[in-house]
T-cell receptor, first 116, second 113 residues
Framework: DTAVSQTPKYLVTQMGNDKSIKCEQN?????MYWYKQDSKKFLKIMFS???????INETVPNRFSPKSPDKAHLNLHINSLELGDSAVYFC???????????????FGEGSWLTVV | GENVEQHPSTLSVQEGDSAVIKCTYS??????FPWYKQELGKRPQLIID?????GEKKDQRIAVTLNKTAKHFSLHITETQPEDSAVYFC????????????FGKGTTLSVSS
């Protein structure tokens, strides 16, 4: 069983479209994250949720909106896609929430988004 | 916020040699320092981590050292093998970013046989 799963794995879409990436973890973790990896391989935190509550919202355009229906799911919705949004988006999870550092973070397999 | 600097950006070694990757962090409250290995087209995978109450940790050919005073930590790989070729990322957490990992920009390690 995949611990952190995200769909779709590949997504090619046109500029201006709206798309969503779904993420689910079956590890019972309290905290979930979205990371963006750009063409230069730089991994940057976008959002962090703890028990469905937004904890971190880094400098990310408002076109990106995370949704956490329950603590096992954290979906990423992107409006009005732009060429610069092309990247690999990784979902991740860890056992405990804010204030409890030192938790191993587990990554999903990534979603390759290409905007044309 | 936290900033993690990683050097070098690329590293080429011969099989059997050692490889060292160094990172510095800015947030003195950070207390967890993992290293991830990412092969082409794959997810980052944890290879070793160290917490702030420990100065060194080893796992077979891999070791990590931490100097809290200087705010730097290093990854050491001995007896490198071609399968060690990948991008390696250092990261920190526990400071202002809470549990979220703040990553360095990565080191592309190439091991030639």
């Amino acid at each position: 069983d995949t611990a952190v799963s995200q769909t779709p794995k590949y997504l090619v879409t046109q500029m201006g479209n709206d798309k969503s990436i779904k993420c689910e973890q079956n590890l019972g973790h309290d905290t979930m994250y979205w990371y963006k990896q750009d063409s230069k391989k730089f991994l940057k935190i976008m959002f962090s949720y703890n028990n469905k509550e937004l904890i971190i919202n880094e400098t990310v355009p408002n076109r990106f909106s995370p949704k956490s229906p329950d603590k096992a799911h954290l979906n990423l919705h992107i409006n009005s896609l732009e060429l610069g949004d092309s990247a690999v988006y990784f979902c991740a999870s860890s056992p405990r929430g804010t204030g409890s550092s030192g938790n191993t973070i587990y990554f999903g397999e990534g979603s390759w988004l290409t905007v044309v | 916020g936290e900033n993690v600097e990683q050097h070098p950006s690329t590293l080429s070694v011969q099989e059997g040699d050692s490889a060292v990757i160094k990172c510095t962090y800015s947030d003195s409250a950070s207390n967890y320092f993992p290293w991830y290995k990412q092969e082409l087209g794959k997810r980052p995978q944890l290879i070793i981590d160290i917490r702030s109450n420990v100065g060194e940790k080893k796992d077979q050919r891999i070791a990590v050292t931490l100097n809290k005073t200087a705010k730097h930590f290093s990854l050491h790989i001995t007896e490198t093998q071609p399968e060690d070729s990948a991008v390696y990322f250092c990261a920190s957490s526990g400071g202002q970013a809470g549990t979220a990992l703040i990553f360095g920009k990565g080191t592309t390690l190439s091991v030639s046989s």
